[in-house]
């Protein structure tokens, strides 16, 4: 009887652990991402973010939220860096020590992926900021798919093949860790799927650089006019402590 209570013990209470500590982060995350600037683009030009809120609203017949839109870059880091941390966590302690595990070449190439992806896109941003251009993200959010989906001319298929990516290899690193029964070596995936989402990456990038070239600003709908009662500055819309990705 002992035994089996002690057997119980030393089963559950790793369990508990791990779950609680990932459902904690998953919880401070979110509400992180949901209020803060942390998911979010960086507005560079509050009247022209005025703007596009006063045409917004009269084109849906209603008052917009003044969040400023969700950024795909920084969204993909995110949520990898939640992905790879939560399973690192609850490999290390329900099914093994960590410590003893060689270096696990998947997740450093994911997450070199993604960084360096929000990183091209921070770059681009302050070229862009610094040109004084009209940007597409100077805009009210629209809601999370339609914002990391859209560039200056709506939905985009580049756009949407890098979500794809994403949530196909997000997909099959969980099943990946759900298969794991001892030990503490994070999944591999392979050399094909890593290199699918390099290419998908690097064609988001190359495509993105060119969202808010100076040809393509009349295609970001902004009208003309400026409107007669200024809108207050939008939330989130500081850099804040995260202004290096975007």
């Not at 500590?21 to 919880?27: D, G």
């Not at 093994?96 to 450093?108: F, K, M, S, Y």
């Amino acid at each position: 009887m002992n035994s089996t209570c002690l057997l119980l013990d030393l089963m559950v209470y790793p369990m508990l652990i791990s779950g609680g500590f990932i459902v904690v982060t998953l919880i401070i995350f979110v509400c992180l991402a949901a209020r803060t600037s942390l998911l979010r683009e960086e507005i560079s030009n509050h009247r022209e973010f005025n703007v596009n809120q006063r045409a917004q609203e009269i084109k849906l017949g209603k008052p917009v939220n003044q969040t400023s839109p969700f950024s795909l870059s920084k969204v993909q880091l995110g949520v990898w860096t939640m992905v790879i941390s939560s399973s690192y966590i609850y490999l290390s302690l329900f099914k093994g020590d960590c410590a003893e595990t060689e270096v696990n070449q998947t997740a450093l190439v994911l997450l070199g992926i993604f960084s360096g992806t929000a990183v091209t896109s921070k770059i681009i941003d302050k070229r862009e900021i610094k040109d004084q251009r009209p940007r597409h993200q100077n805009r009210p959010s629209r809601g999370f798919f339609t914002d990391i989906l859209s560039d200056d001319l709506g939905i985009s298929i580049h756009r949407f093949q890098h979500v794809v990516w994403t949530l196909v290899g997000i997909s099959i690193y969980l099943y990946k860790i759900g298969e794991v029964k001892t030990g503490c070596a994070l999944p591999e995936l392979s050399d094909t799927l890593l290199l699918l989402m390099g290419i998908s990456s690097a064609t988001f990038v190359a495509i993105r650089s060119r969202e808010n070239d100076a040809e393509d600003t009349p295609k970001t709908g902004v009208p003309d006019y400026i409107p007669t009662a200024v809108q207050n500055p939008p939330a989130h819309a500081g850099s804040g402590g995260n202004a290096f990705y975007g």
